[in-house]
């Protein structure tokens, strides 16, 4: 009994940091809302409503906490090997991109098609991200910048791709792909949302993020992410491990692309990955970088995302206080280090000079 | 249509165009030579930028007067970025994700409160912005004229900043300071120089760059504030930073290089060369990351790069 | 009675619970040179840091030619006349002499710098103490003893009259240092008081009028040193004990080759030529010692000989099988086991647990894992085992690598590189920043290992170790070998190799 209540303890001392971070910047964004005028209790009723208040809403939330999660999964692994990998937003496009092709073009019965196409998906964006870590690997170039770029890069792409060569022959010239067949639709499991099987297989991929750190590739891409000397001293060859780092999580970027496309849009949109990209690296902070950390962060921030639509909807708030709300999540996530800075200081201060005293004493 | 590329018209449109839109790039970059000179890697270029626009913009149409709205452009950036010299340099947080966490915040706070001042209208709310200079003889003379001498004042301020911030590095006791401290903050400590102090000042000279560079976009070309406006170019200072490898004349080459590809985009699309127009769009880009990984196999980033600095208590 | 430069009284410094300073006393008289003396790890540097200003004691008092001051900053101690030259430099590589010099200092021009005047007041300075330096030259392009002449004349310049000196001696060859000390007799002469902190003997009997040995964090005394002083007299307070070092080193049967090296050629991270067409072998159950001054071509001779860094030109083999041209992980595989110089940034991955850092270079071994998933089981009770075996002193095996101190880093290094077994190691400065215990135990194992068979390349810059320790000593000087001596040779005979003087009858590989 004594154990489970420490292993409860300590999961409560790791998260409180987390939920400071988040009150505070709701603080914050409280205090923005009353210079703007509005009334922050008003406003975040609606935003927990708008996620949470209904079954239907609570879908909704499931619905877009799924690509974050797993988009969130894939820029954990780079984060941890150190690799900054910026470019979800891009790699999710491209994914989505290559799954409605071959959606679209390969004539292949269900139980093949959503494999090949989940494959589709993760090549198409593990080598949108390999393309950067090839870069980083080979030619020093900060990932940070590349990726981002690539992001511009194929949101551009993608913009081009939907009015020009895969254009919806039915749409009318609007840009977007044509529909893919509706058997293909992945199936809803809860009647009257859109909450689809993708939840099924997004927790499914998290699970085996779990167990991939207890892989021999997972402590290899850790160690590069502790220190490539060391890992290159211990012979891990680290430019290939980079490129392969930045495939996995650009891979699963991608895949969280499938999962929207199959899940719930059904072709490609301008809009596809509607924002997911940044959203997710303050997802995968928030969690830790730990799969567990990130299911939690996701669907608080998926909540954030729905709530704050209807918000906009309903009260007229602009989505960009869920923004604001964001970053400042980020940054008093990260600055939780000071409070521990600052305690050890003065526990060392103290305990020296408990010791010096004692030493005086000892030889005087 | 082709034909039209290869007039003297298009020419001299385009290389005038490309010093235009070289400002917003360069601007900022000049600010980060300081900053990543001094071992700060300043990724939230992008929301100060934003922040920057807005404050000019603000400023400008409040008191009418834009030299007040410039004014509060720099002093927005300076403060927006001291929340990124307190992360890297105080919290000593990883200086990529508190970057990208500023950029975020910029983006959406800069949005929020040009909202929550202006309100949602038909028509967004305009300023008359800083217009060209006419010189007396200069501005008409053929080609050059155009090109040189046809500019608002903040273009040729920031060909002043240029030779300013290359003197200030090079030739004085701070900007000694600043190189010292990006190459071995320890030394710098033990000759009595206040690291920190000087990484403070550094990146809030980085911000007051950026906040200028923002005023530049909505008080020096458009005449508004739109919330994409900066559109990834405070990244792509940063890439043209390392680019420059840190000088500030190298900087101007490469802020030129890309404001010419900006300013080419714009006009092959206005003549219709039938290459799709979004290839255009993202050819900035592509040659940023061309840019970066031709450069930085060979740079020599300061030593002491993005490597947060305590006093070692063993 | 002659006035005291600096007098230290009951100064106590704590880091994290150790006790570096405990209730030490410190004179030093005007125009004098006293010797701090002390093994790694007695607190002279940690002393010598607080009187520079970037400690803080916990308690104590400080007076400064009479009069009692609070050291709080190196910018407060530089303004009354103390100044120190660190162990590692303090020098801005891409920068200019003058550039380094001027840093922190104000200038006349304000707010330009003024370099045209400091550079000529430079020349007289070096002038007048015989430090030679181009003060137009970048750091980068100096060699380490010319650096250490702008460090001097950097204090110097700041009107310096209490100088100290963190173990000068260790970067440069015994005759470099004999010109460092006709250097500080000038200064003497001309009333400047200086501390020297060492740990060689032979730098404090050969220039101070008196020493202070610390052991432990604790005063053990201060004499005069006069012309009977011996260095039995000075060992015996620094450690105790009569005799430092006793090791039980039989030559053992010589066996086969197993390391050969042939005219290995490698450039180094700046694009310089570090090794020139160096050759060396290593036999099984011998200690080849490598003496050098430090940046001679020790580190990338270290790296070709494991695989990390790429040759121009040369063979490297390892009975018989040729790894040229391969990757570290073959190096691994085939038996090269290496103890870096660095142990934080290159032996161990510090935030990862004990259990971690035991098998970093083998964890994808069927041993450890089963089929692609790590074995934690194992893994754990090979920690255990290896804590036991090395009587290594942390709480548990999952306690992180960064929270155990030097000693016991040096050791978990030291169980994973001897564990797998190897046919040669490379040891480069394995005792460096050790304390007394551990570099004993360090120095032990190697010899063990040696008895067993094993070859052992020892790489390190105290003459003391090598000498011990080596059955052949090579000296490396400027990426080649510059002689291999016996180990019975001379300091004088290694020291003038070590300084580039071609010897005459000296076996060459």
Same mark, same amino acid.
């Given at each position: 009994?004594?154990?489970?209540?420490?292993?409860?303890?300590?999961?409560?001392?790791?998260?409180?940091?987390?939920?400071?971070?988040?009150?505070?910047?709701?603080?914050?964004?409280?205090?923005?809302?009353?210079?703007?005028?509005?009334?922050?209790?008003?406003?975040?009723?609606?935003?927990?409503?708008?996620?949470?208040?209904?079954?239907?809403?609570?879908?909704?939330?499931?619905?877009?906490?799924?690509?974050?999660?797993?988009?969130?999964?894939?820029?954990?692994?780079?984060?941890?090997?150190?690799?900054?990998?910026?470019?979800?937003?891009?790699?999710?496009?491209?994914?989505?991109?290559?799954?409605?092709?071959?959606?679209?073009?390969?004539?292949?019965?269900?139980?093949?098609?959503?494999?090949?196409?989940?494959?589709?998906?993760?090549?198409?964006?593990?080598?949108?991200?390999?393309?950067?870590?090839?870069?980083?690997?080979?030619?020093?170039?900060?990932?940070?910048?590349?990726?981002?770029?690539?992001?511009?890069?194929?949101?551009?792409?993608?913009?081009?791709?939907?009015?020009?060569?895969?254009?919806?022959?039915?749409?009318?010239?609007?840009?977007?792909?044509?529909?893919?067949?509706?058997?293909?639709?992945?199936?809803?499991?809860?009647?009257?949302?859109?909450?689809?099987?993708?939840?099924?297989?997004?927790?499914?991929?998290?699970?085996?993020?779990?167990?991939?750190?207890?892989?021999?590739?997972?402590?290899?891409?850790?160690?590069?992410?502790?220190?490539?000397?060391?890992?290159?001293?211990?012979?891990?060859?680290?430019?290939?491990?980079?490129?392969?780092?930045?495939?996995?999580?650009?891979?699963?970027?991608?895949?969280?692309?499938?999962?929207?496309?199959?899940?719930?849009?059904?072709?490609?949109?301008?809009?596809?990955?509607?924002?997911?990209?940044?959203?997710?690296?303050?997802?995968?902070?928030?969690?830790?970088?730990?799969?567990?950390?990130?299911?939690?962060?996701?669907?608080?921030?998926?909540?954030?995302?729905?709530?704050?639509?209807?918000?906009?909807?309903?009260?007229?708030?602009?989505?960009?206080?869920?923004?604001?709300?964001?970053?400042?999540?980020?940054?008093?996530?990260?600055?939780?280090?000071?409070?521990?800075?600052?305690?050890?200081?003065?526990?060392?201060?103290?305990?020296?000079?408990?010791?010096?005293?004692?030493?005086?004493?000892?030889?005087? | 249509?082709?034909?039209?590329?290869?007039?003297?018209?298009?020419?001299? =449109?385009?290389?005038?165009?490309?010093?235009?839109?070289?400002?917003?790039?360069?601007?900022?970059?000049?600010?980060?030579?300081?900053?990543?000179?001094?071992?700060?890697?300043?990724?939230?270029?992008?929301?100060?930028?934003?922040?920057?626009?807005?404050?000019?913009?603000?400023?400008?149409?409040?008191?009418?007067?834009?030299?007040?709205?410039?004014?509060?452009?720099?002093?927005?950036?300076?403060?927006?970025?001291?929340?990124?010299?307190?992360?890297?340099?105080?919290?000593?947080?990883?200086?990529?994700?508190?970057?990208?966490?500023?950029?975020?915040?910029?983006?959406?706070? =800069?949005?929020?409160?040009?909202?929550?001042?202006?309100?949602?209208?038909?028509?967004?709310?305009?300023?008359?912005?800083?217009?060209?200079?006419?010189?007396?003889?200069?501005?008409?003379?053929?080609?050059?004229?155009?090109?040189?001498?046809?500019?608002?004042?903040?273009?040729?301020?920031?060909?002043?900043?240029?030779?300013?911030?290359?003197?200030?590095?090079?030739?004085?006791?701070?900007?000694?300071?600043?190189?010292?401290?990006?190459?071995?903050?320890?030394?710098?400590?033990?000759?009595?120089?206040?690291?920190?102090?000087?990484?403070?000042?550094?990146?809030?000279?980085?911000?007051?760059?950026?906040?200028?560079?923002?005023?530049?976009?909505?008080?020096?070309?458009?005449?508004?504030?739109?919330?994409?406006?900066?559109?990834?170019?405070?990244?792509?200072?940063?890439?043209?930073?390392?680019?420059?490898?840190?000088?500030?004349?190298?900087?101007?080459?490469?802020?030129?290089?890309?404001?010419?590809?900006?300013?080419?985009?714009?006009?092959?699309?206005?003549?219709?060369?039938?290459?799709?127009?979004?290839?255009?769009?993202?050819?900035?880009?592509?040659?940023?990351?061309?840019?970066?990984?031709?450069?930085?196999?060979?740079?020599?980033?300061?030593?002491?790069?993005?490597?947060?600095?305590?006093?070692?208590?063993? | 009675?002659?006035?005291?430069?600096?007098?230290?009284?009951?100064?106590?410094?704590?880091?994290?619970?150790?006790?570096?300073?405990?209730?030490?006393?410190?004179?030093?008289?005007?125009?004098?040179?006293?010797?701090?003396?002390?093994?790694?790890?007695?607190?002279?540097?940690?002393?010598?840091?607080?009187?520079?200003?970037?400690?803080?004691?916990?308690?104590?008092?400080?007076?400064?030619?009479?009069?009692?001051?609070?050291?709080?900053?190196?910018?407060?101690?530089?303004?009354?006349?103390?100044?120190?030259?660190?162990?590692?430099?303090?020098?801005?590589?891409?920068?200019?002499?003058?550039?380094?010099?001027?840093?922190?200092?104000?200038?006349?021009?304000?707010?330009?710098?003024?370099?045209?005047?400091?550079?000529?007041?430079?020349?007289?300075?070096?002038?007048?103490?015989?430090?030679?330096?181009?003060?137009?030259?970048?750091?980068?392009?100096?060699?380490?003893?010319?650096?250490?002449?702008?460090?001097?004349?950097?204090?110097?310049?700041?009107?310096?009259?209490?100088?100290?000196?963190?173990?000068?001696?260790?970067?440069?060859?015994?005759?470099?240092?004999?010109?460092?000390?006709?250097?500080?007799?000038?200064?003497?002469?001309?009333?400047?008081?200086?501390?020297?902190?060492?740990?060689?003997?032979?730098?404090?009997?050969?220039?101070?009028?008196?020493?202070?040995?610390?052991?432990?964090?604790?005063?053990?005394?201060?004499?005069?040193?006069?012309?009977?002083?011996?260095?039995?007299?000075?060992?015996?307070?620094?450690?105790?004990?009569?005799?430092?070092?006793?090791?039980?080193?039989?030559?053992?049967?010589?066996?086969?080759?197993?390391?050969?090296?042939?005219?290995?050629?490698?450039?180094?991270?700046?694009?310089?030529?570090?090794?020139?067409?160096?050759?060396?072998?290593?036999?099984?159950?011998?200690?080849?010692?490598?003496?050098?001054?430090?940046?001679?071509?020790?580190?990338?001779?270290?790296?070709?000989?494991?695989?990390?860094?790429?040759?121009?030109?040369?063979?490297?083999?390892?009975?018989?099988?040729?790894?040229?041209?391969?990757?570290?992980?073959?190096?691994?595989?085939?038996?090269?086991?290496?103890?870096?110089?660095?142990?934080?940034?290159?032996?161990?991955?510090?935030?990862?647990?004990?259990?971690?850092?035991?098998?970093?270079?083998?964890?994808?071994?069927?041993?450890?894992?089963?089929?692609?998933?790590?074995?934690?089981?194992?893994?754990?009770?090979?920690?255990?085992?290896?804590?036991?075996?090395?009587?290594?002193?942390?709480?548990?095996?999952?306690?992180?690598?960064?929270?155990?101190?030097?000693?016991?880093?040096?050791?978990?290094?030291?169980?994973?590189?001897?564990?797998?077994?190897?046919?040669?190691?490379?040891?480069?400065?394995?005792?460096?920043?050790?304390?007394?215990?551990?570099?004993?135990?360090?120095?032990?194992?190697?010899?063990?290992?040696?008895?067993?068979?094993?070859?052992?390349?020892?790489?390190?810059?105290?003459?003391?170790?090598?000498?011990?320790?080596?059955?052949?000593?090579?000296?490396?000087?400027?990426?080649?070998?510059?002689?291999?001596?016996?180990?019975?040779?001379?300091?004088?005979?290694?020291?003038?190799?070590?300084?580039?003087?071609?010897?005459?009858?000296?076996?060459?590989?």
């Amino acid at each position: 009994m004594l154990k489970v209540w420490a292993i409860i303890k300590r999961i409560l001392v790791s998260i409180l940091p987390s939920v400071v971070a988040v009150a505070l910047a709701f603080g914050v964004g409280a205090l923005l809302l009353l210079v703007a005028g509005k009334h922050p209790g008003e406003a975040f009723l609606t935003l927990f409503m708008g996620a949470l208040g209904s079954p239907n809403r609570i879908a909704e939330t499931l619905v877009r906490a799924v690509p974050l999660m797993i988009l969130a999964l894939g820029i954990s692994i780079a984060f941890k090997s150190q690799i900054w990998n910026i470019g979800g937003d891009g790699q999710f496009m491209m994914g989505a991109t290559c799954a409605v092709f071959v959606g679209l073009n390969l004539n292949l019965p269900l139980v093949l098609l959503w494999p090949v196409t989940f494959l589709a998906a993760f090549i198409g964006g593990g080598l949108w991200g390999g393309l950067a870590g090839l870069m980083r690997a080979k030619f020093n170039a900060n990932e940070v910048i590349t990726t981002l770029m690539l992001n511009y890069i194929a949101m551009h792409l993608l913009s081009w791709l939907i009015r020009g060569p895969m254009i919806d022959p039915l749409g009318q010239g609007f840009p977007q792909t044509a529909l893919l067949a509706q058997s293909v639709h992945l199936p809803i499991i809860f009647g009257g949302t859109r909450l689809h099987f993708g939840l099924v297989i997004g927790l499914l991929i998290m699970a085996a993020g779990y167990f991939f750190w207890r892989t021999t590739v997972g402590l290899k891409i850790e160690l590069v992410g502790e220190s490539e000397h060391v890992a290159r001293y211990c012979g891990i060859q680290v430019p290939k491990t980079i490129i392969l780092t930045m495939f996995i999580s650009a891979g699963l970027a991608g895949i969280a692309g499938w999962n929207e496309v199959f899940g719930v849009q059904y072709r490609l949109l301008d809009d596809i990955s509607s924002g997911f990209g940044n959203l997710a690296i303050v997802v995968a902070l928030l969690g830790n970088l730990h799969p567990l950390g990130i299911v939690i962060s996701a669907f608080f921030f998926a909540a954030l995302m729905v709530g704050g639509n209807t918000m906009q909807l309903m009260v007229g708030i602009p989505f960009s206080l869920v923004t604001v709300i964001q970053g400042l999540v980020i940054i008093f996530v990260i600055s939780r280090v000071v409070y521990t800075q600052w305690r050890d200081r003065l526990a060392i201060r103290r305990f020296n000079s408990g010791v010096s005293g004692q030493s005086s004493g000892r030889s005087h | 249509m082709q034909s039209d590329v290869l007039t003297v018209g298009f020419l001299v =449109s385009l290389l005038a165009g490309a010093i235009r839109l070289s400002i917003p790039i360069l601007l900022p970059a000049l600010g980060e030579i300081f900053t990543q000179r001094s071992g700060i890697l300043n990724l939230g270029l992008e929301g100060i930028m934003l922040m920057g626009a807005l404050g000019g913009f603000a400023g400008t149409f409040f008191t009418h007067n834009l030299w007040i709205g410039l004014l509060c452009a720099v002093l927005v950036g300076m403060l927006f970025s001291l929340i990124m010299a307190f992360l890297s340099i105080t919290v000593k947080a990883n200086q990529v994700i508190a970057g990208t966490a500023l950029t975020i915040l910029g983006t959406g706070l =800069s949005a929020f409160l040009f909202r929550a001042i202006f309100g949602i209208q038909k028509l967004p709310p305009q300023v008359e912005s800083f217009q060209p200079l006419k010189f007396p003889i200069l501005t008409d003379i053929p080609v050059l004229g155009p090109i040189f001498f046809n500019h608002n004042i903040l273009v040729y301020l920031t060909f002043v900043l240029v030779i300013v911030t290359a003197v200030v590095l090079e030739k004085t006791t701070f900007g000694l300071k600043v190189r010292a401290v990006g190459e071995n903050p320890k030394a710098a400590d033990s000759k009595g120089i206040h690291v920190q102090l000087v990484r403070y000042i550094c990146v809030a000279i980085g911000g007051a760059y950026a906040g200028l560079g923002g005023a530049f976009l909505s008080i020096g070309f458009m005449n508004t504030f739109l919330d994409r406006m900066v559109s990834g170019r405070g990244f792509i200072a940063v890439a043209v930073v390392i680019f420059a490898r840190w000088n500030p004349y190298r900087a101007l080459a490469a802020a030129l290089l890309f404001g010419g590809a900006d300013a080419l985009q714009m006009r092959l699309q206005a003549i219709g060369v039938p290459i799709p127009h979004q290839f255009l769009l993202a050819l900035p880009y592509v040659l940023t990351i061309l840019v970066l990984v031709s450069v930085s196999k060979k740079a020599e980033f300061p030593a002491a790069y993005t490597l947060p600095y305590t006093r070692a208590e063993r | 009675m002659q006035e005291l430069a600096v007098k230290m009284q009951e100064i106590t410094k704590v880091f994290k619970g150790v006790v570096a300073n405990d209730c030490v006393d410190f004179q030093l008289k005007k125009a004098s040179i006293n010797g701090l003396l002390g093994e790694n790890g007695a607190g002279k540097t940690t002393l010598m840091n607080i009187l520079f200003g970037l400690y803080q004691p916990e308690s104590g008092t400080i007076s400064v030619n009479g009069t009692q001051v609070v050291i709080d900053s190196p910018s407060k101690a530089m303004s009354i006349g103390i100044g120190m030259v660190h162990q590692h430099f303090m020098l801005v590589r891409p920068m200019t002499v003058t550039e380094n010099i001027m840093l922190g200092m104000p200038s006349k021009r304000r707010p330009f710098l003024d370099t045209a005047r400091v550079e000529s007041e430079l020349i007289e300075l070096s002038q007048r103490y015989n430090l030679k330096v181009d003060p137009k030259a970048r750091i980068w392009q100096l060699s380490v003893g010319e650096q250490q002449r702008v460090e001097i004349l950097s204090v110097l310049y700041r009107g310096t009259e209490i100088l100290i000196l963190d173990e000068p001696t260790a970067v440069l060859t015994p005759q470099e240092a004999n010109h460092l000390f006709d250097v500080l007799r000038i200064m003497r002469t001309d009333g400047k008081s200086i501390i020297l902190i060492s740990h060689k003997l032979e730098d404090v009997l050969a220039i101070a009028n008196e020493v202070t040995v610390l052991r432990d964090g604790q005063l053990v005394g201060q004499a005069q040193v006069t012309a009977e002083t011996t260095k039995r007299d000075l060992t015996n307070m620094m450690v105790g004990r009569d005799v430092l070092f006793k090791f039980d080193n039989q030559d053992s049967a010589l066996g086969k080759i197993k390391l050969v090296a042939e005219g290995i050629s490698a450039k180094n991270d700046k694009g310089l030529m570090a090794l020139n067409k160096i050759s060396i072998s290593l036999r099984a159950g011998e200690v080849v010692g490598i003496a050098g001054v430090d940046g001679n071509g020790q580190k990338e001779l270290c790296e070709v000989l494991t695989g990390l860094r790429t040759m121009l030109s040369g063979k490297v083999t390892l009975n018989g099988k040729d790894l040229t041209e391969r990757n570290p992980k073959e190096f691994i595989k085939s038996g090269i086991a290496h103890i870096p110089e660095d142990r934080h940034k290159t032996g161990l991955a510090l935030n990862f647990s004990l259990s971690k850092n035991f098998i970093l270079k083998e964890f994808d071994s069927s041993r450890f894992s089963r089929r692609g998933f790590l074995n934690f089981k194992a893994i754990k009770e090979n920690a255990e085992l290896r804590m036991a075996e090395y009587k290594i002193k942390a709480k548990e095996h999952g306690v992180k690598a960064k929270d155990l101190s030097g000693g016991n880093q040096q050791k978990v290094i030291l169980a994973r590189e001897l564990s797998s077994r190897p046919e040669v190691i490379i040891a480069n400065q394995p005792t460096r920043g050790l304390d007394i215990g551990a570099t004993e135990y360090v120095r032990q194992k190697l010899l063990e290992e040696k008895a067993k068979g094993v070859g052992v390349l020892l790489i390190s810059a105290d003459l003391e170790e090598i000498r011990q320790l080596s059955d052949r000593i090579a000296v490396i000087y400027e990426g080649r070998i510059m002689g291999i001596l016996d180990k019975s040779a001379s300091i004088e005979q290694i020291g003038l190799l070590m300084a580039g003087v071609e010897a005459e009858g000296v076996e060459v590989c």
